[in-house]
């Protein structure tokens, strides 16, 4: 069983990415900003299991839908918010936005837009720790849809030949875009496609912290003894449809929403907490508002910043290399 205090800050995160999630939705309701935002609502838990078992001197790679792998990992709530609005005070100054968040000083390396884009790159991070004997991790967010692109398969062979410190993890929240995933793939387990390559395969529950949290750590130690990558597929649901405010979520079955949505995993988690004894109801009220009060601060510090002057355009577009 997972312990006390990593399942504490496991809820910490899950209860942050909903609060910033909900806050990022009134916002564009409300005409407050008007942004391109895809909500993770409803996978709250894979990288908050995930992120518990990783060192802030771990790297990951994500997608457009990545807000949630970002906060999980730790970068602070008034810089992402600000980036996701386009703002100077964002980790990116405000010119990466939701399609490009990174914030190389706690390991977010690189968010893509391309489907399956930041998989290989995430092996380059792999590549790098292991040329420089550093047990550094790496880990790959990506969705089902993703697992349909060719670069993803060469990624995985790569790293399961090289047997870098690579962890795949596939947010499976079985759409992409519109389209139901079984409409366009043949196979029911998702993991089942590591074998192709000679590699660990695990499916599990990833609305289950506990369930996640213990397949992560596995696999990052399997990484860490350089006994090479993972995939892991992490069954979710996504809550808000593709993109949000512009999808009517038609395609999604009524049914099969409602019963996500009884298994919301931020309520669940929750509840499940307080009936362990892990954490009083007062202890989680007071954990509660003072996230609450980070993510109002946060939002505040966001809006009040203006966004980049154009003569920001060229800069921050190329790393500038000193000649040795
Ligand atoms: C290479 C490429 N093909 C198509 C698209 C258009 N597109 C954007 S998101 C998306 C769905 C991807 O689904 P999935 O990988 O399951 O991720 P999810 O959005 O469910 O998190 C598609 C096809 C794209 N951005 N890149
Ligand atoms: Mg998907």
């Known amino acids: ?26 916002l564009i309701m409300k005409g407050a900003v008007s942004v391109i935002y895809y909500s993770a609502r409803g996978q709250e838990g894979v990288p908050s299991g995930m992120s518990a078992a990783l060192r802030d001197t ?24 600000a980036e996701i609005i386009g703002r100077v005070g964002g980790t990116c100054k405000g010119k990466g936005g939701i399609m490009h968040l990174s914030d190389p000083r706690i390991g977010v390396m690189a968010t893509s837009g391309i489907v399956g884009g930041a998989v290989p790159i995430a092996n380059g991070l792999a590549l790098r720790s292991q040329m420089t004997n550093s047990d550094a991790v790496t880990v790959a967010y990506f969705g089902d849809g993703a697992t349909n692109i ?37 196979v029911k387990e998702i993991s089942s496609r590591a074998d192709s390559y000679g590699m660990t395969g695990v499916t599990v529950n990833g609305n289950d912290p506990d369930a996640m ?3 992560a750590a596995a696999a990052v130690a399997r990484a860490r003894a350089g006994e090479g990558p993972t995939l892991i597929e992490a069954m979710t649901y996504r809550f808000m449809g593709h993109v949000f405010g512009v999808d009517t979520m038609e395609y999604m079955p009524k049914e099969e929403m409602a019963a996500a949505q009884a298994n919301d995993p931020v309520p669940a988690y929750r509840a499940r907490l307080i009936n362990e004894g892990v954490l009083s109801e007062d202890d989680m009220a007071a954990l509660e508002a003072a996230i609450d009060k980070e993510v109002a601060d946060g939002a505040e510090f966001a809006l009040a910043s203006p966004a980049p002057d154009a003569s920001e355009t060229y800069t921050d ?4 290399v000193v000649p040795a």
């Open 1 to 26: 069983m997972t312990d006390s205090e990593i399942r504490r800050g496991i809820y910490e995160r899950m209860y942050r990415i909903f609060k910033v999630d909900e806050t990022m939705r009134g």
């Open 213 to 215: 949290y213990e397949a």
């Open 58 to 81: 771990d790297y990951i790679t994500t997608t457009y839908r990545g807000m949630h792998d970002t906060l999980a990992k730790g970068a602070p709530v008034g810089e992402v918010i």
């Open 317 to 320: 577009v190329y790393a500038e």
């Open 150 to 186: 060719g670069a993803w398969h060469e990624a995985l062979n790569m790293a399961a030949v090289w047997k870098l410190p690579v962890i795949f993890v596939c947010q499976n929240n079985e759409y992409g875009e519109f389209t139901p995933r079984m409409e366009s793939m043949n």
